[in-house]
């Protein structure tokens, strides 16, 4: 009987971390749709009626000071140190490098760089809209109250809406924003949705923030994470631009330059000096040892021995040819009979 192993949990685990071939096309991008954009609307609506309720100094305003009065961080001060460090979760710098360094794993994994491009568009939104609200406004925090009752509107301050509470839905909820999967988007939801809460109550335990600034973080946040799918065309443009200039940065480097061609025409003939010293310049060291040198401006002929060399009459030469002159080693007629 033939069995077959079954993968453990720990190699479910790394076959999960291995990275994808290419982009899954299961992602679907979250578009404007007309609950969404009902949604949009109605968190809009009720931001501005949290504004306007703290600029009349209507009923919301007497409850920030009943709490601010009543004190939660005298009244169970036991949780006191599990709460500075919890309120952690809301603030930019650490919220921003945790989830970044998950979305970038996930960016490589899935050769796209949408969740980190998401994140910078999200974290952009959330400095220009809150900074402004808050330095519009300029709201003092229940440490700093000047008048009791009163709305401490415009004397200088930046609490209004709360930093923290806003940066808590803004960067929990862009993960619920990325999910891939309906059951993952739903449990990412109410992770986020818990988070951001207990942030924005903490805040009010530590007595930093109103009861109102934190409901106006709560519809700033929210506001930035629906309104995230008509930047959508902008992510999609900007990361296909990245891609062609890492595509082109890449194409650089791997082309090398071809080499110039030899000008047409010119006469590869060179003297006797000029190929001698081409030869000393180049290495004439690099030949093989104990090979014989040969000059290259000699002709390769055939030695000859000296008896098989052809005479030739030394130029200036003292003595005048003569007609009646034998030559060396020639015998002359001689008369057969004297007299």
Not at 85 to 90: H, T
Not at 313 to 325: E, M
């Amino acid at each position: 009987m033939r069995t077959e192993l079954k993968p453990t949990r720990l190699d479910r685990v790394f076959s999960r971390l291995d990275r994808e071939p290419e982009r899954p096309a299961h992602i679907d991008v979250p578009v404007m749709t007309r609950h969404r954009v009902v949604l949009f609307s109605s968190t809009l609506a009720f931001y501005l009626a949290i504004v306007w309720a703290v600029i009349i100094t209507s009923w919301l305003v007497r409850l920030d000071w009943q709490i601010m009065f009543f004190r939660p961080y005298q009244q169970w001060p036991e949780i006191h140190a599990f709460l500075d460090y919890y309120v952690v979760l809301g603030q930019r710098g650490p919220t921003a490098v945790m989830v970044a360094a998950w979305l970038g794993w996930r960016s490589w994994r899935q050769h796209t760089l949408r969740p980190l491009l998401a994140l910078g568009v999200s974290l952009l939104l959330l400095n220009i809209t809150v900074g402004a609200a808050k330095l519009g406004m300029g709201r003092l925090g229940p440490h700093y109250a000047t008048e009791i009752g009163s709305n401490e509107m415009w004397l200088g301050g930046d609490i209004f809406p709360s930093g923290h509470t806003a940066n808590a839905v803004v960067t929990w909820g862009i993960l619920a924003y990325l999910a891939s999967t309906p059951r993952a988007r739903r449990w990412l939801s109410a992770l986020s949705a818990v988070t951001s809460l207990g942030v924005g109550l903490t805040t009010v335990y530590l007595g930093t923030h109103w009861l109102s600034d934190v409901l106006l973080g709560w519809a700033a946040g929210l506001l930035i994470l629906l309104a995230l799918p008509w930047f959508e065309p902008l992510i999609s443009r900007a990361e296909a631009w990245i891609f062609s200039l890492r595509d082109a940065w890449r194409d650089r480097r791997t082309t090398a330059p071809a080499p110039a061609p030899a000008p047409v025409g010119t006469s590869t003939l060179r003297t006797p000096g000029e190929e001698a010293a081409s030869v000393r310049d180049t290495g004439i060291a690099a030949r093989a040892p104990h090979a014989p040198i040969v000059p290259l401006h000699l002709p390769s002929t055939p030695h000859l021995t000296r008896s098989e060399r052809s005479p030739v009459t030394p130029l200036g030469h003292r003595r005048p040819p003569h007609a009646d002159r034998m030559t060396r080693g020639t015998s002359s007629a001689r008369p057969v009979a004297g007299g």
